[in-house]
Nanobody, 121 residues
Framework: QVQLVESGGGLVQPGGSLRLSCAASGSIFSINDMGWYRRAPGKQRELVAA???????NYADSVKGRFTISRDNAKNTMYLQMNSLRPEDTAVYYCKLVIQTTRWAYDDDYWGQGTQVTVSS
């Protein structure tokens, strides 16, 4: 079994910063792609940022230049550094990891529990 634990959300003023973490534990053979998603009230879930096993990244246009995704493979952990936060960044943020649990298993998607980010003065 695999468990994902997210942390780092909270309330921040516009222009502020937060760092989200997503740590995976349990039966893990390898972690492939990783990504951060968010769902704002009344909106569909959207991809915020993603990082491949090789370290290639891509970002939603709305966060380019402000957010940075990274991963620490030794710790099975992914991060999202969020700077210059805006009220429109307010959402529940979810991590998704594509994990191979054993050498013979197929990749599967695992989701974190979500963490609330609120940007408000």
């Amino acid at each position: 079994q695999v468990q994902l634990v997210e942390s780092g959300g909270g309330l921040v003023q516009p222009g502020g910063s937060l760092r989200l973490s997503c740590a995976a534990s349990g039966s893990i053979f390898s972690i492939n792609d990783m990504g951060w998603y968010r769902r704002a009230p009344g909106k569909q879930r959207e991809l915020v940022a993603a990082i491949t096993s090789g370290g290639s990244t891509n970002y939603a246009d709305s966060v380019k230049g402000r957010f940075t995704i990274s991963r620490d493979n030794a710790k099975n952990t992914m991060y999202l550094q969020m700077n210059s936060l805006r009220p429109e960044d307010t959402a529940v943020y979810y991590c998704k990891l594509v994990i191979q649990t054993t050498r013979w298993a197929y990749d599967d998607d695992y989701w974190g529990q979500g963490t609330q980010v609120t940007v408000s003065s």
